[in-house]
């Protein structure tokens, strides 16, 4: 999936409506939109060129907006709801969906919580049917609870305890925002994985499970009014329930730079870490997002500036990156990385990296630079049109972090629309080191 064209796609929520919207005039992926009576959103990328079908339900809900406390219950929940409906038994959804020759799965993030499925367009139905069941009847037993809090441990100990580089980016996290639910790993902190009930998990489906909660996206083999019927058929009779709304703790005004230093046996390759408090699409100042993300190109091109000034030639990096999340409901960051050449150090890296960044403050970036963006940046839009799936989990990002089918349809425009004037006012805003954190990673004997 492109995640830049993800990262800067723009804002706002469609009304209530059941008639259908007109096709997106842009140029991307032409989608049809409407509003079901309940509340839930439905939006259709048709793609005929295969009798296959991408059917996705995402949830404006993610592990920023649990409570203090039950860190990891987002995620705990989306492994429950494949423990069984009073239709459907435990762990068959996704034996079902296997037997009738697909493949299905689910994600948890900071904003969102996503499950799809991938099937022939004749089976299309049947996964709708079993969503929406699963949507409004959920029902696993205690019996199933507590085993599966076990798979979220170990799920928590294989991908992250052991992997150093993993723990790393929790701190780095937990140091960047210093009252934001982003400071919180989305797997959660292990003791409080431990203390999760299969109640905490229920309270929060009630809450946040609701078809005026959710968005329907189905990218494949099927027309506008063949999905309008099944969608009206099966999550259309879902009663809509009060959601409370979205609000998080915000980020104060950060004054002081940070540092961090973790050391750990199992690193090979010692790394840094440098990431920026940064506003998105939808949040804070917003005018700089699609300019930041068109300066992450620039940075990033294989024969951009980092690459040029860290690792080309004599440079101290072996390898060097930009990143930039501008698709978050709230601020993001924007921030870069590294990792020395054999017999370098960190500090050279880290100097090197400076003088790119305050040389960039100064002179800003060139036509050519900005041409050479472009240019990448269609061709990502080009290729996001190849897949199902990649087009599906573009819009669900969109849609549950303040977007809009326009803004998603507008990214080309936007994109062209960028000025090197603005590229640099967007670099003077963020790159401020009060609003940074800046995190070594090293072998267990460095220091």
Do not use: C
Not at 36 to 56: C, F, K, S, T, Y
Not at 259 to 270: E, F, I, K, T, Y
Not at 349 to 375: F, H, N, P, Q
Not at 402 to 418: F, I, K, Q, S, Y
């Amino acid at each position: 999936m492109p995640k830049r064209l993800i990262a800067v796609l723009s804002a706002a929520v469609a009304s209530l409506a059941v008639s259908f919207v007109e096709p997106a005039r842009a140029q991307i992926f032409n989608p049809t939109q409407f509003m079901l009576g309940n509340g839930m959103q439905v939006v259709l990328i048709e793609d005929h060129r295969a009798p296959v079908v991408h059917h996705m339900v995402w949830y404006r809900v993610g592990a920023a907006d649990e409570a203090p406390g039950v860190s990891g219950v987002a995620h705990y929940l989306e492994h429950l709801m494949f423990k069984g409906t009073p239709n459907v038994p435990p762990g068959e959804f996704s034996k079902i969906v296997a037997r009738e020759g697909g493949r299905d799965n689910a994600f948890t993030s900071s904003d969102y919580t996503g499950y799809f499925q991938t099937i022939a367009r004749d089976r299309l139905e049947l996964v709708m049917s079993m969503e929406a069941d699963r949507m409004s009847q959920l029902a696993p037993k205690a019996s199933d609870a507590k085993p599966e809090l076990q798979v979220v441990m170990e799920e928590r100990l294989s991908r992250t305890d052991n992997n150093p580089g993993a723990l790393f980016g929790e701190q780095l996290d937990a140091a960047q925002y210093l009252s934001h639910p982003y400071g919180r790993p989305v797997i959660g902190w292990p003791a409080e994985i431990l203390r999760l009930t299969l109640d905490d998990a229920m309270a929060f489906y009630r809450t946040h499970y609701a078809p005026n909660n959710a968005i329907l996206i189905v990218a494949g083999d099927v027309r506008p009014n063949e999905l309008k019927a099944l969608a009206e058929k099966y999550y259309g009779l879902i009663p809509m329930r009060p959601i409370p709304p979205r609000i998080r703790p915000q980020e104060p005004n950060q004054l002081a730079a940070r540092r961090l230093s973790m050391s750990d046996a199992r690193v090979a390759q010692p790394s840094m870490r440098r990431s920026y408090l940064a506003p998105s699409r939808s949040a804070g100042e917003k005018q700089h997002a699609v300019p930041l993300a068109v300066l992450a190109e620039i940075l990033n091109a294989p024969t951009g500036r980092l690459h040029n000034s860290l690792v080309k030639g004599d440079g101290p990096a072996v390898s060097a990156g930009a990143w930039y999340s501008s698709m978050s409901l709230d601020q993001g960051t924007f921030g870069f990385s590294a990792s020395p050449k054999q017999g370098r150090k960190l500090d050279e890296v880290e100097a090197a990296l400076d003088k790119v960044i305050a040389d960039l403050l100064v002179s800003g970036v060139t036509e050519g630079e900005m041409r050479r963006a472009r240019i990448g940046m269609r061709a990502e839009t080009i290729y996001a049109r190849d897949g199902l799936s990649g087009a599906a989990r573009i819009f669900g990002a969109a849609l549950t972090t303040g977007l809009t089918v326009e803004d998603v349809e507008a990214w080309p425009r936007l994109v062209d629309a960028v000025t090197r004037e603005q590229v640099l006012a967007a670099a003077r805003y963020v790159l401020d080191l009060r609003r940074s954190v800046t995190g070594h990673l090293l072998p267990k004997d460095q220091s």
